[in-house]
Every structure is written in C-alpha cells, then in structure tokens.
C-alpha cells in the first residue's frame, strides 16, 4: 500500500465547513471545530476517515448485493457458454458443458466480489 500523504490542514477545516461531519468513531458533532482532533474522544481526524465512516453509512444492502451478484452470475454464464462453446472439448448438450459453464461463472463473481471488497476497504 502507497505511504498516504501528510494531509492539508485547511483541506480537512474545508471539508468539515461544508460536509459538517460527526466524529467517525463517536458520532460527536464537529461542526466548526477547527482541530484535528475530536473534543470528546480525542480521536484523529482526517478527509480519508470521514470518507472511510460515510462509505460504512451508506453500505449497500444485503440483498441489492446478492442480486447484483445473481445477475452477474447469469451474464457470466452466458459469456462462458460462448467461451467454451468453440473449443469444441465441452459439448453444448452434455450436463459437463453446463457445470463447466456455471463453474466458470461462480469463479469470475467469486474473483469480482473479492476485487470489488478490497477496493471497498482500501479507502478512498
Ligand atoms: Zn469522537
């Protein structure tokens, strides 16, 4: 991971002026403070925190999720039929070609959810 910059101070004082941010860890309201630090639980303040806790807010629901993932699976089986369909070892009416199919699918979402959550928790 890249070494994060020495944040500007009057970046953080431009965000909370217009964001009004609370506290990423106790919810405290920030609005004019003019620190770094949060007056009731001492904790560091910076852009990259208020970005990490309103991400964390607004997380998407379980089930948008879960159909995302469903209609991704359906469209990566669709391309792993035509994929595997001219390589000519899997026949198309055989059960193999279908498992092979649905195999391939589940792993690209498998790696797609796994890309999606690393770059979810790496901040901004
Ligand atoms: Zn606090």
């Avoid at 910059?5 to 405290?28: G, I, Q, S, T, V």
């Avoid at 852009?47 to 209609?71: E, K, N």
Wanted: proline share 7%.
């Amino acid at each position: 991971m890249p070494v994060a910059p020495r944040e500007d101070p009057d970046r953080l004082f431009r965000y909370m002026a217009e964001h009004r941010p609370d506290c990423p860890k106790c919810r405290y309201c920030l609005e004019g403070l003019r620190s770094d630090r949060c007056p009731e639980c001492g904790q560091k303040l910076s852009v990259a925190a208020f970005l990490a806790a309103r991400r964390r807010r607004s997380g998407m629901p379980r089930w948008v999720q879960g159909l995302g993932q469903a209609t991704a699976v359906v469209c990566f089986f669709t391309v792993a039929m035509w994929v595997l369909r001219p390589l000519g070892i899997l026949n198309p009416r055989t059960g193999w070609f279908m498992i092979a199919a649905l195999g391939v699918s589940v792993a690209m979402v498998a790696v797609f959810t796994g890309a999606v959550v690393v770059t979810w928790k790496r901040g901004e």
